[in-house]
């Protein structure tokens, strides 16, 4: 970590500090030097104490220092201990009302893209769930299996189960009336339209919202 001597605190100034800051601590100068450049000797700021008192920080681990140097603002702690995981922030912008993503870059490339998180309001960045990816069932037996397994329905050997789909493009409910292996048509959705089971997957869900297919794995 790039050493600025604007972050650097001692009894003079400690007050500025704030209980959760996280500072590095040292009592010399040159130990805090090397403790930032290191990113090493880091902690929580526990409370700041008397002015009569050389050794005024006091971290996390109830020891006493004479000097603090901040790295991070209590109000920013959690996005830098999500970052220190390997997870996004976002910054504000605009006084709050904007955040940007802060995309997180490979440690080793110079410079090192590092929040400054003296300067701006950072937080971790709202995760966005993956989307599920799905693949057309591989044949009309597999269909009726899922379906089966998905209500719970046993249907007699000699019946249709009765699948209700919704087309995605109208919002109307239509039943699958034929099945059909032998062909590239393997499905028949109402009176007259025939559909591949691409696409039945394409064009329809069933009357929950799932898809009409399988869900595959990453």
């Excluded at 130990?31 to 880091?42: A, C, H, P, Q």
């Excluded at 526990?46 to 006091?58: G, T």
């Excluded at 802060?102 to 995760?127: F, G, L, M, Q």
Aim: aromatic share 12%; hydrophobic share 40%.
């Amino acid at each position: 970590m790039e050493f600025d001597v604007n972050n650097v605190y001692t009894a003079a100034n400690a007050d500025d500090l704030h209980k959760g800051d996280f500072c590095v601590f040292a009592d010399v100068l040159g130990t805090l030097k090397e403790r930032v450049k290191d990113e090493i000797g880091g902690g929580i700021l526990s409370y700041i104490r008397e002015e009569d008192k050389s050794l005024r920080f006091v971290s996390d681990c109830n020891s006493c220092y004479e000097l603090a140097y901040l790295v991070c603002p209590v109000r920013n702690f959690d996005a830098f201990r999500a970052w220190k995981k390997g997870k996004t922030v976002e910054v504000s912008f605009n006084g709050g009302k904007t955040w940007v993503l802060w995309k997180r870059e490979n440690k080793d490339k110079i410079p090192y893209n590092t929040p400054d998180w003296c300067a701006a309001d950072y937080r971790p960045a709202v995760e966005q769930p993956k989307e599920k990816k799905y693949r057309p069932f591989k044949d009309c037996k597999e269909l009726c299996d899922f379906w089966y397994k998905k209500t719970a329905v046993n249907v007699p050997s000699y019946a249709m189960p009765l699948i209700w789909v919704k087309r995605k493009s109208a919002n109307c409910t239509m039943l699958i009336t034929a099945f059909n292996d032998d062909t590239s048509i393997a499905v028949a959705v109402g009176n007259i339209v025939i559909y591949t089971l691409a696409g039945l997957l394409k064009e329809f869900t069933f009357l929950d919202g799932t898809p009409c297919g399988v869900e595959v794995s990453e």
